[in-house]
């Protein structure tokens, strides 16, 4: 019994320091967090519901949180500025109109910015994606930064042509520039796929920084920035959501540790770990 105690100890002694090492690894880290839809409607894993998406927006300022933007970022990592304390940067994928409908009202209400990557081709044609004319009001605002999320969301790695990744990228970028009259400066890559093709094209076009879906705090690698998907499952409480946002040094590598063994083809091991 004194030597499974001890052995417990050392254990819990060595996870401990373990767990230490990681935070300290990424104290530098700056939390993307990785939104879709805000609506009571639908029910999947891509959509919170209105009272969630307020519940983790009040949760951020009555904790101490600063939302900065990605120009605010890439500034600090470029020496022209520093960041505030527990700087956080939010973002949405795609343009749906509950971006307008649902999340503008929040982020009025606590004047907080975020930052909507639009799939431009789907701007004004269909009735579930928001108008230029919305998108418009809400950039002027103040509070939204409207940028890419390519012409039509093919996935850039399924495209073989280089002038056609081009024109995905390229073709948005124009879009927003045109009917907005602003600066196109960053990409979130379809389903964040990329590669090397994808990463040096995003540069040719002008693009200042690139947005994965890949879990884990944002670095200096500023074409694959890593955010924190606020989905994954029907049910996002505040408790899940905190989980995610306070302990991504911790839950990212097991994120990855466990897509890795899916794709290694050892789903039932996957299933032991339980990501929040």
Not at 19 to 24: E, M, N, T
Not at 37 to 57: G, H, P, S, W, Y
Not at 80 to 96: E, K, M, Q
Request: charged share 20%; proline share 5%.
């Amino acid at each position: 019994m004194k030597r499974l105690f001890i052995f417990l100890l050392i254990l819990f002694a060595a996870a401990g320091s373990f767990f230490a090492w990681l935070f300290d690894k990424e104290k530098d880290g700056v939390p993307i967090l990785s939104y879709h839809q805000v609506n009571d409607i639908d029910k999947n894993a891509l959509t919170l519901t209105v009272e969630q998406f307020d519940a983790q927006m009040k949760y951020l300022v009555d904790n101490g949180y600063n939302v900065i933007t990605p120009n605010q970022l890439l500034d600090s990592w470029e020496g022209n500025a520093s960041l505030p304390t527990n700087p956080v940067v939010i973002t949405f994928d795609d343009g749906h109109v509950d971006i307008y409908k649902n999340v503008y009202p929040i982020l009025k209400k606590y004047n907080i910015k975020a930052t909507f990557f639009l799939v431009t081709d789907y701007v004004n044609l269909y009735p579930n994606y928001v108008t230029w004319e919305q998108a418009q009001e809400m950039q002027e605002s103040g509070l939204a930064d409207i940028e890419s999320h390519t012409l039509s969301h093919r996935l850039l790695t399924d495209i073989k042509s280089r002038d056609k990744i081009w024109d995905q990228l390229y073709g948005s970028k124009q879009a927003i520039e045109w009917y907005l009259k602003k600066p196109t400066n960053y990409i979130a890559y379809p389903n964040g796929q990329y590669d090397l093709d994808v990463l040096d094209i995003t540069k040719e076009a002008g693009y200042r920084a690139g947005f994965t879906v890949d879990y884990g705090l944002a670095h200096g690698g500023r074409y694959v920035l890593d955010r924190i998907p606020i989905y994954g499952a029907n049910s996002h409480t505040l408790f899940r959501f905190q989980l995610r946002l306070n302990f991504a040094p911790i839950i990212a590598p097991l994120s990855r540790f466990k897509d890795r063994l899916i794709s290694d083809g050892n789903p039932e091991v996957a299933d032991l770990i339980w990501i929040p």
